[in-house]
């Protein structure tokens, strides 16, 4: 490691990402935005190299350990070169980035063998492999436990077969995490491996999936006689619910799902556009409107600091921690996005101009149901922090202790009858 690369204090650092950024990335233009959808091939080439850029020096897995390619700083750290740098271009890989090195990143480090991250990571960091998640089914959403993806043992080998659905970016992504059931002879959380494995591994299929907002960045996946190895395990075999569990600590944690990465400081600055644009900015409605979803961004990103700190600071870190800012943005999103078509009015629904800026209050509208849903349900989350931080009853459940095989069966004999 070079002297570049020692620990340091939060301003020092601060101090140099904010020379190395001003030299080395491309200023914000008013109409540019993070848009995550429609990414291209090109794109993600371009993506890339800036991630490579960031890599080489310093600023990339910046809380990572600077074993496998990071910097082994702080979260203060980091966040003190978002906030240096959200004025400028940095690499955009979409949602496939967002998993990459939120999610996946967190849990490989978790789970993963110092040899598995000693040959990954560094190429995860640098931007040379994206990853994905082959996670929840068709049968199997928020009931997470309840996959049907088999894994056959064979010799020292492993035989693949199922399907995947709603795998963020794996239409992008080079590698992904995988979670299959390797024994069906134990309840649905004993019996769960996590394997790695190349997206253009042999027998498998990605699938786009068309949204409501026209963009396809879901993708469902079909295993077809996919053939792995124990070098391919994350975790140990039947132990894949603890693996589960970390993924959705970081999962629920991840920007992606409402834990803004800067402070709200500006009286919602896309709100405000939006009512000059439309000439509504003195309307005392309106006001009211940028004022409440000002209020909500800056509560959500407190708490999101909050609970991260928390998460942090646990030996074993609580899902139903996690579950806090994932609730806080599952019930805010649709609420933020109503205000903007409120103060936007026909603007947000017909206009000329096809800028992202002007078609993203319609798109947000579109896709704000999305957040409480995806990783878990809103419901989910509730039920989570009622049971493990509030201590109230669990929800009776006929499944939990049975083996797998027999739920299925039942399921299958079931009349729908009670005696």
């Not at 509504?280 to 979803?293: E, G, S, W």
């Given at each position: 490691m070079t002297e570049t690369f020692a620990t340091i204090d939060v301003n020092t650092f601060r101090a140099q990402a904010r020379e190395w950024i001003r030299a080395n990335l491309e200023p914000r233009s008013a109409n540019q935005n993070d848009d995550h959808h429609d990414l291209t091939t090109e794109d993600i080439s371009v993506a890339r190299r800036l991630q490579r850029k960031l890599f080489d020096a310093g600023f990339a897995g910046i809380t990572y350990p600077a074993a496998y390619g990071g910097r082994d700083l702080t979260a203060a750290h980091e966040q003190a070169f978002n906030e240096e740098a959200a004025d400028f271009l940095t690499p955009n890989f979409g949602a496939a980035g967002i998993v990459t090195f939120g999610p996946i990143g967190r849990s490989l480090i978790a789970h993963a063998t110092p040899e598995f991250?000693?040959?990954?990571?560094?190429?995860?960091?640098?931007?040379?492999?994206?990853?994905?998640?082959?996670?929840?089914?068709?049968?199997?959403?928020?009931?997470?436990?309840?996959?049907?993806?088999?894994?056959?043992?064979?010799?020292?080998?492993?035989?693949?077969?199922?399907?995947?659905?709603?795998?963020?970016?794996?239409?992008?992504?080079?590698?992904?995490?995988?979670?299959?059931?390797?024994?069906?002879?134990?309840?649905?959380?004993?019996?769960?491996?996590?394997?790695?494995?190349?997206?253009?591994?042999?027998?498998?299929?990605?699938?786009?999936?068309?949204?409501?907002?026209?963009?396809?960045?879901?993708?469902?996946?079909?295993?077809?006689?996919?053939?792995?190895?124990?070098?391919?395990?994350?975790?140990?075999?039947?132990?894949?619910?603890?693996?589960?569990?970390?993924?959705?600590?970081?999962?629920?944690?991840?920007?992606?799902?409402?834990?803004?990465?800067?402070?709200?400081?500006?009286?919602?600055?896309?709100?405000?556009?939006?009512?000059?644009?439309?000439?509504?900015?003195?309307?005392?409605?309106?006001?009211?409107?940028?004022?409440?979803?000002?209020?909500?961004?800056?509560?959500?990103?407190?708490?999101?600091?909050?609970?991260?700190?928390?998460?942090?600071?646990?030996?074993?870190?609580?899902?139903?921690?996690?579950?806090?800012?994932?609730?806080?943005?599952?019930?805010?999103?649709?609420?933020?996005?109503?205000l903007a078509l409120e103060i936007g009015g026909s603007a947000t629904i017909a206009f000329d101009d096809g800028s992202a800026i002007a078609r993203q209050p319609m798109l947000d509208y579109l896709e704000c149901r999305v957040q409480s849903i995806a990783a878990g349900t809103n419901e989910m989350q509730r039920n989570g922090i009622g049971e493990r931080i509030l201590g109230l009853p669990r929800e009776p459940s006929f499944d939990t202790t049975k083996p797998f095989n027999d739920v299925l069966r039942q399921s299958r004999e079931w009349s729908g009858k009670v005696n």
């Open positions: 991250l000693r040959r990954r990571m560094p190429r995860l960091l640098s931007g040379e492999e994206l990853w994905c998640q082959f996670y929840s089914e068709p049968e199997a959403g928020s009931d997470l436990a309840g996959v049907r993806t088999r894994a056959t043992r064979d010799g020292d080998q492993w035989i693949l077969n199922g399907s995947k659905i709603w795998s963020s970016g794996a239409h992008l992504a080079d590698w992904a995490m995988c979670l299959a059931r390797t024994d069906w002879d134990v309840p649905k959380h004993r019996g769960l491996t996590w394997f790695a494995l190349p997206t253009d591994t042999k027998g498998v299929t990605v699938r786009q999936i068309k949204q409501i907002n026209g963009n396809a960045e879901f993708c469902e996946e079909f295993l077809d006689d996919v053939v792995v190895t124990d070098a391919d395990l994350i975790g140990e075999v039947n132990r894949g619910w603890t693996v589960t569990q970390t993924m959705l600590v970081h999962e629920r944690a991840t920007a992606e799902h409402g834990r803004l990465v800067i402070e709200p400081r500006d009286l919602a600055p896309d709100l405000v556009a939006l009512a000059r644009r439309v000439g509504r900015l003195t309307d005392p409605l309106v006001r009211q409107a940028i004022a409440r979803a000002h209020t909500n961004d800056f509560a959500q990103f407190h708490l999101g600091r909050a609970m991260a700190d928390r998460l942090r600071a646990q030996a074993e870190p609580d899902h139903a921690v996690a579950a806090y800012p994932k609730l806080a943005v599952g019930t805010y999103k649709p609420v933020r996005a109503r």
